[in-house]
């Protein structure tokens, strides 16, 4: 089993930026595929972005919308998933989800056997 725990959420003006972090425990944390979802009120789960677990190369894909703004990183030596966020917009306002899962990666979210609690993430124009 792992446990993801999310961290870093808040209230920020458009433009600003923030950082979300993504605490695991339970498993080689190196070994894990990992990606960001959002959920925004009255509308499904969505794909941000994912990144191979280090065995396959640490390799990236981001969703159109954030491409050039976000930037996910992975700290194996403190079992911490990132999410850095700038330029942000409105319309990132979510409740943003870290996933994991040991063999698939996707932009499904019925590929991820383990997902966190959630951060909020509120952007003000």
């Known amino acids: 089993q792992v446990q993801l725990v999310e961290s870093g959420g808040g209230l920020v003006q458009a433009g600003g930026s923030l950082r979300l972090s993504c605490a695991a425990s339970?498993?080689?944390?190196?070994?894990?595929?990992m990606a960001w979802f959002r959920q925004a009120p009255g509308k499904e789960r969505e794909f941000v972005v994912y990144?191979?677990?280090?065995?396959?190369?640490?390799?990236?894909a981001y969703t159109d919308s954030v491409q050039g703004r976000f930037t996910i990183s992975k700290d194996n030596t403190k079992n911490t998933l990132y999410l850095q966020m700038d330029s942000l917009r409105p319309e990132d306002t979510a409740r943003y989800y870290c996933?994991?899962?040991?063999?698939?990666?996707?932009?499904?979210?019925?590929?991820?056997?383990?997902w966190g609690q959630g951060t909020q993430v509120t952007v003000s124009s």
């Open positions: 990144i191979y677990r280090a065995r396959l190369g640490g390799r990236t």
């Open positions: 339970g498993r080689t944390f190196s070994d894990l595929n």
């Open positions: 996933a994991a899962d040991e063999w698939r990666i996707s932009t499904q979210t019925s590929h991820y056997r383990y």
